[in-house]
Nanobody
Framework: VQLQASGGGLVQAGGSLRLSCAAS????????IGWFRQAPGQEREFVSA????????SYTDSVKGRFTISRDKAKNTVNLQMNSLNVEDTAVYYC??????????????????WGQGTLVTVSS
């Protein structure tokens, strides 16, 4: 399984970015895609996740109402629309795949496959 994250960049506070995670390789229809982020000097933290099979979602409190996770079945991608960005959102964002589609895991150790990070920088 390979994951390819894209869409990071530099944006001013209050702006928006859309991240995409494309999954390829041998996957069943039952898995979960999660987004995590890691700011400089901080631990990696859970941002959001979606069950590919049934579309259930989860968000960390700090992004609720600002970020929206969605899936594009035709492109086999999971997208993270990030609105009202603030400087605290600056981080490297990673997408990851949990082979268990039965849960929406918030712990990174539950995710077996990881994409390369994509940098999101929010300027004030």
């Amino acid at each position: 399984v390979q994951l390819q994250a894209s869409g990071g960049g530099l944006v001013q506070a209050g702006g928006s970015l859309r991240l995409s995670c494309a999954a390829s390789g041998r996957t069943s229809s039952s898995y979960t895609i999660g987004w995590f982020r890691q700011a400089p000097g901080q631990e990696r933290e859970f941002v959001s996740a979606m069950s590919w099979r049934d579309g259930r979602t989860s968000y960390t409190d700090s992004v609720k109402g600002r970020f929206t996770i969605s899936r594009d079945k035709a492109k086999n991608t999971v997208n993270l629309q990030m609105n009202s960005l603030n400087v605290e959102d600056t981080a490297v964002y990673y997408c990851a795949l949990d082979l268990s589609g039965a849960r929406i895991a918030v712990y990174s150790e539950n995710y077996r496959y990881w994409g390369q990070g994509t940098l999101v920088t929010v300027s004030s």
